[in-house]
Each structure stands twice: as C-alpha cells, then as structure tokens.
C-alpha cells in the first residue's frame, strides 16, 4: 500500500521538487499551493493538486475533506510554504509581522491540527524554513537588516 504525503508551497523551488521526488518513488501525493499551474503542467503520477491558501480556514477544510474522501490516512506531512518580508527591519509593519506569523506559524499549526487525526503512530511532520539576511548584520548573529545600525 502506498504512502501518503501532503506538501504545501510546491509551485517552485524545494516544494516542486519534493512533489517530484515523492511522486517519482510512489508515494501518494497531495500537492497544497496558492498556484497549481507549475505542478499540474508536470503530469505527475499519483498526484493531485490543491489550490490552497495557508492562512484560509476554508482551505484547511477543503484538505480535511480530501482526505476524508481519498486516502483516509496520511503519513507525511511537509510543511514547505512560507512568507519572507524582504525589508529592513525598521520599516517592517505590524501587519507586515501579522502576515508573516499568519502564514509561517498560524497556517502551518493549523494544517497539522488538519492532518493529525488522519496520521498514524508512526506519522511525520516535517517543517521548512529559512532565513534570507539581507546586510552584514548576520556576521554579529543578527537575521535583520538594522538599516546599518549597530
């Protein structure tokens, strides 16, 4: 029986690659994007796609309703999707932080809350993130552009 795996962000980068690579071992793979066309445009095998927004309650839904339907059960669960405000850190808004924390935290715990009753003993989530430095701020353990600041 094959396994089945939820990755979110796959319309470029790491997350198309992951449905690729999972799609290409067998797996069942469920493909969570606010675009679908690059992953689509791949006619992958046992994929399918969902046009999905992290931060839309609608969308947790419609993933809770395909799995109900389709699998049942979910084994893995790759949480790849997430914001970056490329700004200095002076001229970051409250709701520049509101959406980054709405989409990189909020979003993601609200899909493993989704996924959790559906995955086994032995399930994973599995989380990805990174961090951009924009100046040489990182050479004093900062991951902010202070504007030059000290």
Known sequence: MSKNVIITGT???IGLELIKQFSNSGFNVLSLSRNINNA???????TS???F?????EDHL???K???KNWKSVDILINNAGLLINKNFQETSLEDFNNVYNTNVFGVARLI????PFMKENGQVINISCLLYTSDAAD???GVDLGGRR
């Not at 689509?40 to 046992?46: A, D, G, P, V």
């Not at 927004?53 to 309650?57: F, R």
């Open 62 to 64: 419609l993933v809770n």
């Open 40 to 46: 689509e445009k791949l006619n992958l095998q046992n």
């Open 140 to 142: 004093e353990g900062l």
């Open 113 to 116: 809350q989704i996924c959790l």
């Open 11 to 13: 319309s470029r980068g």
């Open 53 to 57: 927004d992290i931060t839309k309650e």
């Open 66 to 68: 395909f799995i109900s």
């Open 49 to 51: 796609f969902l046009s």
